[in-house]
């Protein structure tokens, strides 16, 4: 691996991928709205994404690995969110409200 | 520059800039009350997050993080939110669970893997510090996704095809509904 790429080394990019995941975790737990969790899905995603394409460019060999699979992370990101969005719409078009923990159709 | 005896390179300033967006706006995501503020910042937060791909020499994720995330995924959530406009009303102040112990939660896992990133040993056999810009191109991705990943390139555009009927099938109006 590259000690360091343009002076900044691979864990400054690690450690904001930990930031930014660890954000994340936290408001998955604290939003009640399910538009709100889809918002903290994302940044964990960008998470894992920023964490890929700094170990693929660190690596001393040149490898497209990282960035190649961080391009099918953000098509499966886009996908969720279309999916899930859709989802919240409809949610809404039957309960008038998206709050996560009153969304009990599917409760027994 | 020097500050405390210490080289900074413009690029360091530059990471930390990027890095300060990209975080703060994060912060703002998850703690803005009003929903579609929040969706706002996480555009801002995207685009920070595109900023450190140009910094880690991928030109092309750059671009697509842009036009994927900051043009498709931000503007299909905001356009969600004005859809189920009660939503916006919805805030952190009515979290039910316990905010405290979410932080708690959060704040030990990035401490755990703070303590991991800092502590790891990377193989530094590096002689040439100088990034290698042969192969980390458009037409490197371009290669890589046409010849060893082929198969989930094409398994990804069966996905699309799928999410594409998917979501209109879910999000129709129910015609015995209406």
């Known amino acids: ?108 | 520059m020097h500050i405390l005896g210490h080289m900074i390179t413009g690029y360091q300033v530059a990471f930390v800039a990027l890095a300060g967006i990209t975080v703060g706006a994060a912060v703002g995501v998850v703690l803005m009350p009003n929903i579609l503020r929040a969706a706002l910042l996480l555009g801002a937060t995207l685009v920070g997050v595109a900023g450190l791909f140009v910094l880690m020499n991928a030109p092309f994720l750059a671009a697509v993080q842009i036009m994927v995330y900051v043009g498709g995924i931000t503007t299909m959530i905001i356009l969600a939110i004005f859809l189920s406009n009660r939503v916006m009303k919805i805030g952190f102040s009515q979290a039910i669970y316990n905010p405290i112990l979410a932080a708690g939660a959060a704040g030990t896992m990035f401490l755990f893997l703070f303590v991991t990133v800092v502590n790891s040993v990377w193989i530094k056999n590096a002689v040439n510090l100088e990034p290698n810009k042969s192969g980390v191109g458009v037409e490197a991705v371009a290669a890589a996704l046409l010849q060893p990943y082929v198969f989930p390139f094409e398994l990804a555009s069966v996905v699309l095809l799928a999410v594409l009927v998917g979501a209109v099938v879910i999000a129709k109006e129910d015609p015995h509904d209406a």
Not at chain 1, 69 to 82: M, R
Request: with cysteine; aromatic share 10%; charged share 10%.
């Open chain 1, 1 to 108: 691996m590259h000690e360091s790429l343009y002076g900044i080394p691979v864990s400054w990019y690690l450690t904001v991928g930990a930031m930014l995941f660890c954000i994340g975790l936290f408001g998955m737990m604290i939003r009640r709205s399910a538009i709100g969790m889809l918002l903290s899905i994302e940044l964990m995603l960008n998470a894992a994404n920023i964490n890929l394409v700094a170990f693929g460019s660190y690596l001393k060999l040149p490898t497209i690995a990282g960035q190649a699979f961080t391009v099918f992370v953000i098509t499966l990101a886009a996908a969720e969110a279309a999916i899930g969005l859709a989802i919240v719409i409809n949610i809404y078009r039957l309960e008038q409200h998206i709050d996560a923990d009153k969304i009990t159709a599917m409760k027994l």
